[in-house]
């Protein structure tokens, strides 16, 4: 190998290239607070003795790639059923440009690979002034005389992990990852290389990798698309955050010394999916965020949530406030009515309630179905809402509210008309079969623009005729593997999704100041190319639950706060401490209140109005902070234990948030936590009881009781 390199520098970050000048391969490191690499230091050869002793030996490592791809008619790897990764058609691109290109805040390295045969990867790295990561877009073009298959392109690549060691780094990395589930959504995992069981073998015969990832509509199943290498001995991570809402992969692999990083589509082998690209044809892999921090996990994070914000600033101006918000889901429980909304609204005068949501079962919906059976047709219950939706939507704008409105416009369920065999042709099939998922859930077909029409009439025609400035859109069902209409049931199902992205488009279009939550049986669309589309998302599904502070709070690093809306579902026949739990848990993101607040006695009442008075005070630092998780928290999430502590310093680290939340057999120790430097002290307080003061910087807060929650800010003079 000879070796050479190109940096650049973006806010404490450097980018360097790695060129091999004798095979034109070029990869890309990512290098925190100007630290140097070890590449020069490297081995060369891996010295094997069973093959030194025939006069022959391995290579030790090579530059690896800014992008890893499969075609169909070159020779896989050494790793098919484990990887498509390390093939010909990588080994073919060659290094041809590389230029930097800035402007307005945001500057672009855009390095151009060909092949000999007329394939070209065109490989975007973007900075945005003050972001400490980057986006990445990797671009497919076909410029041969032929038809060639995709089997695998990925988004991101980072090679030759890690930087920082001169052979293959034993006991020295890991792989961190948050999985996903229904109402158990954001639990970190961490495993070591050697658990993994990718750590390097005497020859390495074959490239091993660890393949993960979520098949279908809901991108946020098993996994989130997330994933962080940690080099622990140099306590420095690399990660990535993957923009599809299909299925999605994330591979950690193996070849010799050195670790290769990567994601993108599910791959044919993985998702089912491929793609045929035409001659002059090009095609671009889903966006990446990647970056790198020396420090903790929660570092990176922080990195890599804080580059949504220049795209959650573009929705409606009302959410630069983060409003508070009441949905009647836990009020009726799918079965709302005129009456019931007003009486909402009329418990609401007075608060800092905004926005009053109708959620399911506003349509004439099946007997004991949770207002999930029959939508599809989305006409309005003349039984329950007599003079209309508009009525409604006026009655409670003159109480002061704006009037949002609950959809699940991608399906059609057993009881509507259109769910009925006359409208086969505008669902999705697999394999010419009706795809219909729970015995009663069917999906339209959004490359269908009888299915578009049918919608914009049904959906965006409705928000405005009833002066809706509220949209929440759900999800109940996953497609799964794919669908019919593309070369691959991946394929069908990319094209799907990218279709519906492109009909909330069209709301955001239509209806400029419509705000939009993004939820999916709760949290299983947390993923940025979804979030960075609305203005929130329902962070789960979990609604009267111990572990809602829990899962709010594990989200912190994977989402911003701002958008993560959280449930506070208050009845009368709680306990004061428990009022306090669950009202403490709406300050670790969007506030959002629901229960059967008509009949709470004026004390329980004067607690939320009380709840509403410190969260409009902290706001500004759940919108702009960064935060840690302290305390003793259990696994378990249905049942936790232990006691979790919650800081968010904001950005200037002058003001922190402390939420705070005892379970089941608290924490009977002091937490002391060290506050930056300065002269703190807290400013407000929320809480029944609120064991916590300040000695020297030092926050000290005393044993909790299980199941009680409390708040404060602080301020640093």
């Known amino acids: 190998m000879n070796i050479t390199t190109k940096s650049y520098w973006f806010n404490g970050i450097t980018v360097q290239y790695l060129l091999d000048e004798e095979t034109d391969q070029i990869a890309m490191v990512l290098l925190p607070d100007a630290k140097e690499s070890c590449y020069e230091q490297r081995r060369q050869w891996l010295q094997i003795p069973e093959l030194v002793k025939t006069g022959m030996d391995a290579r030790a490592w090579e530059v690896g790639s800014l992008c890893h791809l499969a075609l169909r008619h070159h020779n896989q790897g050494n790793g098919a059923g484990n990887t498509l990764k390390h093939g010909q058609s990588t080994k073919f691109l060659k290094f041809y440009s590389q230029q930097l290109i800035e402007e307005n805040g945001k500057s672009q390295v855009i390095t ?24 990445v877009e990797t671009e497919f073009l076909n ?42 959504e954001g ?15 005497w020859l390495c015969a074959f490239p091993e990798s660890e393949r993960y990832g979520c098949i279908g509509s809901h991108p946020v199943k098993r996994f989130f698309s997330f994933g962080a290498v940690e080099d622990k001995e140099n306590q420095t991570f690399w990660g990535a955050q993957l923009a599809s809402n299909s299925s999605w992969q994330m591979e950690l692999s193996r070849e010799n010394d050195c670790y290769s990083f990567s994601g993108g589509i599910a791959d044919c082998e993985f998702g089912s999916w491929w793609k045929t690209i035409k001659p002059g044809e090009r095609f671009k892999a889903p966006k990446a965020f990647i970056s790198t921090a020396k420090g903790t ?23 630069q406030s983060l409003p508070i918000l009441f949905n009647d889901w836990c009020t009726t429980w799918g079965n709302p009515t005129h009456d019931k909304m007003l009486a909402i609204a009329k418990r609401m005068q007075g608060s800092a309630v905004k926005y ?14 949770f207002g999930q059976g029959g939508n599809g047709d989305w006409e309005y219950s003349k039984k329950k809402f007599p003079q209309g939706i508009l009525a409604t939507s006026r009655e409670v704008k003159e109480l002061g509210f704006k009037l949002g409105i609950w959809f699940e416009f991608e399906v059609t369920t057993k009881g ?11 669902h999705l099939k ?46 109940n069902g996953s497609i799964g593997i794919g669908c019919d209409g593309a ?103 969007r506030f959002c209140l629901s229960g059967n607040t008509e009949a709470l006695n004026e004390e329980q009442w004067q607690i939320i109005k009380e709840a509403m008075t410190f969260y409009e005070a902290c706001k500004v630092i759940i919108k702009y902070g960064k935060t840690v998780i302290y305390g003793n928290r259990s696994r378990n999430t249905r049942h936790p234990e232990g006691t979790q502590a919650v800081l968010r310093l904001d950005r200037e680290q002058k003001k922190g948030l402390l939420v705070c939340h005892g379970f089941k057999e608290a924490m009977q120790q002091k937490i002391e936590i060290k506050l930056p430097s300065g002269n703190w002290e807290i400013e407000k307080a929320f809480g029944e009881k609120c064991p916590v003061h300040i000695v020297e910087n030092t926050l000290i807060i005393d044993p909790i009781q299980d199941f009680s929650g409390f708040a404060c800010i602080l301020k640093n003079n």
């Not at 009053?356 to 179905?369: H, K, P, Q, R, Y």
């Not at 809706?468 to 859109?473: G, I, Q, R």
């Open 112 to 135: 151009h690979l060909k092949a000999e045969e007329g394939y070209e990867v065109i490989h975007t790295l973007s900075h945005y002034e003050n972001e400490k990561g980057f986006e």
């Open 143 to 184: 410029h041969s005389t032929r038809s060639v298959t995709l089997d695998m392109l990925t988004s991101f690549s980072l090679d030759n992990i890690s930087p920082y060691h001169t052979a293959d780094a034993p006991n020295a990395l890991a792989l961190h990852r948050y999985r996903g589930g229904w109402s158990l």
């Open 187 to 201: 639990k970190h995992c961490v495993d070591d290389i050697e658990d993994l069981n990718l750590e390097r073998s």
């Open 297 to 319: 996990l929660d570092d990176l994070c922080y990195n890599l949530t804080e580059m949504h914000h220049k795209y959650v600033d573009q929705q409606p101006a009302s959410e």
């Open 356 to 369: 009053i949501t109708i959620d399911a079962g506003w349509t004439d919906v099946l007997e004991n179905s």
């Open 416 to 426: 509507a008309k259109v769910f009925e065999k006359a409208y086969d042709k505008m």
């Open 430 to 475: 697999r394999n010419n079969e009706l795809i219909v998922t729970g015995g009663d859930r069917s999906f339209w077909d959004f490359r269908n623009p009888e299915t578009i029409a049918y919608l914009k009439n049904k959906v965006i025609d409705f928000l405005k005729a009833n002066e809706m400035a509220y949209l929440k859109v759900d999800y």
């Open 487 to 589: 070369e691959s049931l991946g394929e069908g199902l990319r094209e799907q999704m990218q279709a519906v992205k492109g009909f909330f488009r069209m709301l955001r279009e239509e209806i400029p100041d419509l705000v939009i939550e993004n939820c999916a049986s709760g949290g299983h669309r947390l993923e940025p190319s979804m979030m960075d589309l609305t203005a929130m998302s329902s962070f789960s599904d979990a609604h009267e639950c111990d572990e809602i502070p829990y899962i709010a709070a594990s989200l912190h690093n994977l989402i911003l706060p701002r958008q993560s809306q959280i449930w506070a579902v208050i009845n009368p026949e709680y306990t004061k401490q428990t009022f306090y739990y669950r009202l403490s848990s709406t300050f670790l993101g």
